[in-house]
């Protein structure tokens, strides 16, 4: 009688009646859900291992990265295309790292130029969604060198535990956004009684991380917690996109065009199909350097792309177009309350035109529609009858002629 007593699953704790299946072991029996149950969760734990390892075969090609990137960034064509083979030879390296090759693929970071509201960090962004692979942006300007009041270089990489939720394999396939580097630009090339920390210095540190090296990297920051166990985690497969304005540089590249942006052109220097309004299409590595990038840097972000300036049918083409277009975000945030939400055509236009006068490119297309609807949006919530609302321009032109415009320059 004892026997028939035992027969049920110590797992889940089911009678033998209630199953279809009880398998004993040594000391215990197992029932058929149990084992279902089981097989689910070793498929799952396999999974997660093999995408840690290697990376999944699916890995679309340049031209299918290009065409996600087209439906969440307008224009900028030759950076959209430099970034799609970029990346898609990036992820193809590592998924060859296991295999015994003689020739070895070197990591190719990348630095994007362009002003600002141009999309840098939207293209990084958009890239990292498409991989779900961890992001994490970093600001070049908090940095300093190791014992100096601000952030040091390894707080980029806690940036990316954070995102990967400390998964260390998953942090070192990761992408890593550094905004602003032509900040940490070399101040002079003269020397100075005061020491360089946010400058040529940090980009010295940034040096070891850009090339691939292991990082003992605090997890919850270095300078506020002494005493926490660091994190070690190997930067060679992890894939830093740099981006900066380099406010000047179009004076530099003149210069090396012989050129000058202002004022007569020196007989016989003159370079003829130059396109002065966008110079930043005639970049090159020697121009960072001048601009105040070390050699060593410039080295390891070897592949280099620019934007374009935005021009009135780009903004107008943001405002409308892209999947997460910032008018849809708009008609949706409306249509949660209920309200169809609608313009009239010459308001586009019209947001366009203050965000050039502005000199707010593309972020100022948001700043701008959040000040013509932000008494809508305040109002229109509590009156339950109104279920359409209709933006003309008349209307947008009241509302943002209200706005303090010091106001609105800030808020970008």
Not at 60 to 77: H, M, N, S, T
Not at 82 to 89: E, M, P, R, W
Not at 273 to 281: A, H, P, R
Request: proline content about 3%; glycine content about 6%; hydrophobic content about 40%.
């Amino acid at each position: 009688m004892a026997k028939t007593k035992d027969e049920h699953c110590y797992f889940c704790g089911r009678p033998k009646a209630e199953t279809d299946l009880l398998v004993s072991g040594m000391e215990a029996k197992i029932c058929n859900y149990c084992i279902e149950q089981a097989k689910t969760i070793l498929d799952e734990e396999l999974h997660a291992k093999a995408k840690e390892l290697k990376i999944d075969h699916t890995l679309l090609k340049p031209a299918e990265i290009k065409a996600f990137l087209d439906q969440y960034v307008i224009g900028q064509e030759d950076a959209k295309k430099v970034l799609s083979v970029a990346v898609y030879n990036h992820y193809k390296r590592i998924g060859q790292a296991m295999e015994a090759n003689e020739v070895e693929i070197e990591k190719s970071n990348i630095i994007l130029v362009g002003d600002t509201g141009t999309g840098k960090t939207l293209l990084a962004r958009t890239i990292a969604r498409m991989l779900h692979v961890p992001f994490a942006i970093a600001d070049a300007t908090v940095l300093t060198e190791a014992g100096y009041v601000g952030e040091d270089v390894e707080s980029i990489l806690t940036r990316l535990l954070q995102s990967a939720d400390y998964n260390v394999k998953s942090a070192e396939k990761g992408i890593i956004f550094i905004d602003e580097i032509d900040k940490i630009a070399r101040k002079s090339d003269n020397p100075s009684i005061t020491r360089d920390v946010s400058g040529e210095g940090v980009q010295q540190a940034l040096l070891k991380l850009l090339e691939g090296a292991v990082i003992n990297v605090p997890p919850q920051g270095g300078r506020k917690h002494p005493e926490q166990k660091m994190i070690q985690v190997n930067t060679k497969d992890i894939l830093f996109i740099s981006g900066g304005a380099f406010q000047g540089i179009g004076r530099i590249i003149a210069a090396r065009l012989r050129t000058n942006v202002v004022g007569y052109t020196f007989a016989g220097h003159k370079e003829e199909g130059i396109d002065m309004e966008n110079l930043l299409q005639y970049i090159s590595p020697a121009d960072l350097k001048k601009f105040g990038l070390i050699p060593e840097i410039v080295g390891r972000l070897p592949i280099l792309t620019y934007l374009n300036p935005l021009d009135k049918n780009a903004l107008r083409r943001i405002l409308l177009e892209p999947k997460n277009a910032i008018v849809k975000q708009f008609v949706k945030l409306f249509d949660m309350d209920g309200i169809k939400l609608t313009f009239e055509d010459k308001v586009f236009d019209f947001v366009v035109e203050k965000s050039i006068e502005f000199k707010l490119g593309a972020r100022g297309l948001r700043s701008i529609l959040e000040t013509i609807l932000m008494d809508a949006m305040f109002e229109l919530p509590s009156k339950k009858r109104t279920k359409t609302w209709r933006v003309t321009l008349r209307y947008a032109e009241e509302k943002l002629g209200n706005a303090s415009v010091a106001k609105l320059r800030t808020a970008v």
